[in-house]
């Protein structure tokens, strides 16, 4: 069993400079010396009513300049909303996606099956407690999967994804992955910044394209597309990171369906993940995934032609699901 250690930092404002006792202080010797010095109180207040004087002279002098060049209220409301296009250090603003898909607090459970055998269990999470990265909620996102029973014997599995997501852009700030699969093992810390379009992680940086998702991000964003009007075909392009690569994690349309679970029947579309031949899946379409066809999209039944058989995960109990399930009909 592999243990991740997150390391957590603080996301807080820089402290004030010195304590409100320190400014009391301050207050009393100044308080002090200005008793001490009454006359050239007077002196000073005289040199700061000709400041005020002086000032008043200069934006009257602006004020005229600025009837001169004619700026009419639609023109400076013009210049505030150009200026609002950046934030006020200048970086890009990010966008926000209306997310009627999941919240925090909801937790899937899925049943994995190896042909007819079960042979491990999953759970998706989308953790109760926000976490905050440079003053922005977001999700804490756990994703786990293991074998169980015999298969544990032959080929144990035990599988850790985590992702913090920025609860409006619905994008990766931190992720990890923690593999180890038979003899296959990956430890990986990446961190991404969309202000500067990059990602860092233990071996390199790289540049990536505007909103790129990790692996369980990409599932959590592509739960929020609008499929009202989806046509079979229909492909959903999302950029996505991999192992210090940018690849594409597009997802196609296939159809509707019912889907029997043990939560009941359940309405679903039918999509299939563009994914990356070779190391497991045969082709790059050899995977099916049907989503509960309403607002939340949960994944309802996943079915997989790996290189040796098929996998197949089915929903098995579901909690604080953000909006109600299309079941047809109960168990």
């Known amino acids: 069993m592999i243990y991740l250690l997150l390391l957590t930092r603080k996301n807080s404002l820089p402290e004030q400079a010195g304590s409100n006792f320190s400014c009391f202080n301050s207050f009393v010797v100044l308080f002090g010396m200005q008793y001490n010095s009454f006359i050239s109180n007077i002196t000073s207040g005289f040199f700061r009513l000709g400041i005020v004087f002086a000032m008043c002279w200069r934006m009257k002098k602006i004020l005229s300049a600025l009837r001169s060049y004619h700026l009419s209220r639609i023109t400076i409301c013009f210049l505030l909303v150009c200026l609002s296009a950046h934030s006020s250090n200048g970086q890009k603003v990010l966008r926000t996606i209306d997310n009627k898909a999941f919240r925090a607090g909801e937790k899937l459970k899925f049943r994995i099956h190896y042909g007819f055998i079960d042979a491990g269990t999953a759970t998706m999470e989308v953790k109760k407690e926000m976490k905050n990265i440079g003053g922005r909620p977001c999700y804490h996102i756990v994703t786990t999967g293991e074998t169980m029973g015999a ?21 990766p700030w931190l992720f990890f992955r923690r593999v180890s699969e038979g003899g296959y093992s990956v430890n990986q810390n990446v961190s991404f910044n969309h202000y500067t379009d990059s990602a860092k992680s233990d071996k390199k940086t790289i540049s990536i394209p505007d909103y790129t998702q990790d ?117």
């Open 151 to 171: 298969f544990d014997w032959f080929f144990k599995v035990r599988d850790r994804y985590e992702s913090v997501v920025d609860s409006q852009a619905i994008i």
């Open 215 to 331: 692996l369980i991000s990409a599932f959590y964003y592509s739960r929020t597309f609008d499929a009202t009007n989806v046509k079979p075909g229909d492909i959903y392009p999302i950029p996505g990171y991999l192992d210090d690569y940018t690849l594409p994690l597009d997802v196609k349309f296939i159809g509707r369906d019912e889907i029997k679970t043990k939560v009941g029947t359940i309405k679903c579309m039918a999509f299939r993940p563009m994914l990356q031949e070779g190391r497991v899946f045969k082709e790059n379409e050899d995977m099916t995934v049907w989503v509960s066809d309403d607002d939340n999209h949960i994944p309802v039944r996943v079915q997989a032609n790996v290189l040796v058989g098929s996998i197949k995960m089915d929903l098995v109990s579901f909690e604080n699901l953000e909006g109600p399930l299309s079941i047809v009909k109960g168990k």
